[in-house]
């Protein structure tokens, strides 16, 4: 799904009739998009959304209907809608690879343009990086609970919005969930599906033993959900079926979807070995999130795979990011904003990460032309609006994610909040900068003798 070149606020277009009016719309800038800081319940966070952004500013175009709204609307005029008609974006990008783990304060992506194409791609940015990293890191926290147990996103049903869902379903892959039970997902990212079967299958039919042969001869490798009225006796019913189907009985599981997920797998699981079907995994599901997971898993319940919705589908815990997309440089000067809470940090810059014995000890936020030790971690993925060649695939970026969020620190990727903070410092000349660059700014905001405000803005 493309997203409408109206996916702005109306505050960006405004202005950018003003840079078009003023003659600043074509004057380059530096854009830095970063999280001020992370919720409570994260350590980190992993960056996803990135493959959409680019996408999208590769089709960036203002229609004949969008021109027309934006006529209906008396605010903007014909000589502005014409020259929006020919507008495309043709900037630069440097971003984290999807799937690399930051913190706050670092950027996420950079975008030098035209002020007037950086700015009108504002909440896009924020939009798209936003929604797909909140997603990827939770899904990094259930995958950290399982312990090496399969995670399952069983979310679009919860997720808010059909795009967040599929969507959602890429970023929860790249964090290492195994499969989705989405289709539209499933064909749009070509992720692994999976899925198993509803109650309602069960109450359709004559009888619990009735539904589970209907359903294990017309999907053999199915899994079967017994719980719909006593659990234990429908996993006595999976025994039964095996012993009257004989070698056409190739059930691959069983899922529990409520009550005491510990007490009944091992029950559950009791029961099949006995019946000798000690092949049979067992799946669990049911309003799961990470703190259930982990204990259920750090207890050896003998619980295979998980299916996970509400909990990672929503981000429950953590729903929103404070994720800001801020002016770093204009015409060659740097820019930053000073508001108590609300600071950033001037000019253009990279991000070192340091490692000792393969586990990340510390990034430096420097200068983009400084030169430090360690990996630098932003890197060039737009060049005058074309998407840079070779970009990775879906299996590179899980990948990457693995090893990178493997290199942490053990406390960075526990659950429980860090003892000690991953720590994030700024290189000398960073610091320099942002003191010049501060008070440059307060030499200019000191008051003055009036002049025209229009000679003032140019």
């Not at 015409?331 to 393969?358: T, V, Y």
């Amino acid at each position: 799904m493309t997203a409408s070149a109206l996916f702005v606020d109306l505050y960006e277009i405004a202005m950018l009739r003003a840079y078009f009016e003023l003659g600043l719309a074509e004057r380059h800038a530096a854009f830095g998009l970063f999280v001020r800081r992370l919720p409570p319940s994260r350590n980190f966070l992993l960056a996803c959304g990135l493959a959409d952004v680019l996408k999208e500013l590769k089709a960036l175009r203002y229609d004949e209907d969008d021109l027309r709204y934006l006529s209906s609307l008396r605010s903007f005029p014909e000589d502005f809608l014409n020259w929006l008609a020919q507008f495309r974006f043709t900037g630069d990008i440097r971003a984290l690879p999807e799937g690399t783990p930051f913190f706050a304060n670092e950027p996420i992506l950079e975008v030098v343009a035209p002020i007037g194409e950086a700015q009108i791609i504002e909440t896009l940015i924020l939009n798209q990086i936003g929604l797909q990293t909140i997603l990827a890191s939770k899904a990094a926290r259930m995958v950290f609970a399982a312990r090496g147990r399969t995670i399952v996103d069983f979310g679009a049903r919860r997720a808010q919005g059909f795009d967040a869902a599929v969507k959602g379903a890429r970023a929860f892959y790249i964090a290492g969930v195994a499969a989705t039970s989405d289709l539209a997902a499933g064909r749009a990212h070509d992720i692994p599906v999976a899925g198993t079967m509803a109650h309602s299958f069960i109450e359709a039919c004559p009888s619990e033993a009735d539904a589970f042969e209907a359903y294990a001869r017309i999907f053999p490798r199915t899994t079967l959900l017994v719980d719909t009225y006593d659990t234990l006796e429908g996993v006595r019913k999976v025994v039964a079926l095996a012993q009257e189907m004989g070698p056409d009985f190739d059930v691959h599981a069983i899922r529990l979807d409520s009550g005491d997920l510990d007490a009944l797998s091992r029950q559950a699981r009791r029961i099949l070995d006995e019946g000798g079907l000690a092949q049979i995994e067992i799946v669990a599901s049911g309003a799961l999130d990470e703190a259930r997971i982990d204990h259920l898993a750090s207890s050896g319940a003998p619980i295979d795979s998980f299916g996970v919705g509400t909990e990672m589908a929503a981000s429950t815990d953590a729903p929103a990011l404070d994720i800001a997309y801020k002016l770093i440089e204009f015409a060659g000067e740097g820019r930053m904003k000073l508001s108590p809470g609300k600071r950033s940090l001037p000019g253009r810059k990279q991000i070192f990460r340091q490692f000792h014995d393969g586990v990340a000890v510390r990034d430096v936020i420097a200068r983009e032309d400084e030169r430090y030790s360690g990996v630098p971690l932003l890197e060039p993925v737009m060049r005058d609006g074309e998407i840079m060649e070779r970009r990775p695939s879906l299996l590179d970026i899980r990948d990457h994610a693995r090893a990178a969020m493997a290199a942490l620190p053990a406390d960075v990727r526990s659950l429980a909040p860090s003892a000690l903070p991953y720590p994030v410092t700024i290189s000398v000349r960073l610091a320099e900068y942002e003191r010049e660059v501060e008070a440059s700014l307060a030499r200019e905001t000191r008051p003055r003798a009036r002049q025209p405000r229009l000679s003032r803005c140019l």
